[in-house]
């Protein structure tokens, strides 16, 4: 599966941005998604991670209470919703993909995804 970013930019603290993600390929509903960051001089990161069914969601401690994460099948597309944004939440964020017929896998390794899409710079002033 081929994965496209888009929504970043740059936002002042305390803002809000939506990122998407756009799959091609028809069996989308059968995809783990994940969103992954990297910030200068830091790992690469998972932020959240959703399941084939979109029932099981992960959210990582930094993010949780600010970020959402859902996918809409019929479009072939995941939206990362972004509120409260702080200065370190800025990063290039990634997408990510792995077929799996489990419905309610979330992975949360880097290694257990397959696809990558290119990135999307997020910056946030202070």
Same mark, same amino acid.
Request: charged share 15%.
């Given at each position: $599966?081929?994965?496209?970013?888009?929504?970043?930019?740059?936002?002042?603290?305390?803002?809000?941005?939506?990122?998407?993600?756009?799959?091609? /390929?028809? !069996?989308?509903?059968?995809?783990?998604?994940?969103?992954?960051?990297?910030? &200068? =001089?830091?790992?690469?990161?998972?932020?959240?991670? +959703?399941?084939?069914?979109?029932?099981?969601?992960?959210?990582?401690?930094?993010?949780? =209470?600010?970020?959402?994460?859902?996918?809409?099948?019929?479009?072939?597309?995941?939206?990362?919703?972004?509120?409260?944004?702080? &200065?370190?939440? !800025?990063? $290039?964020?990634?997408?990510?993909?792995? +077929?799996? /017929?489990?419905?309610?896998?979330?992975?949360?390794?880097?290694?257990?995804?397959?696809?990558? /899409?290119?990135?999307?710079? $997020?910056?946030?002033?202070?």
């Amino acid at each position: $599966v081929q994965l496209v970013e888009s929504g970043g930019g740059l936002v002042q603290a305390g803002g809000s941005l939506r990122l998407s993600c756009a799959a091609s /390929g028809r !069996t989308f509903s059968s995809y783990a998604m994940g969103w992954f960051r990297k910030a &200068p =001089g830091k790992e690469r990161e998972l932020v959240a991670a +959703i399941s084939p069914s979109g029932t099981s969601l992960y959210y990582a401690d930094s993010v949780k =209470g600010r970020f959402a994460f859902s996918r809409v099948d019929a479009e072939n597309t995941v939206y990362l919703q972004m509120n409260s944004l702080k &200065p370190e939440d !800025t990063a $290039v964020y990634y997408c990510a993909a792995v +077929i799996s /017929g489990n419905f309610y896998y979330t992975p949360r390794l880097s290694a257990e995804y397959a696809s990558w /899409g290119r990135g999307t710079q $997020v910056t946030v002033s202070s």
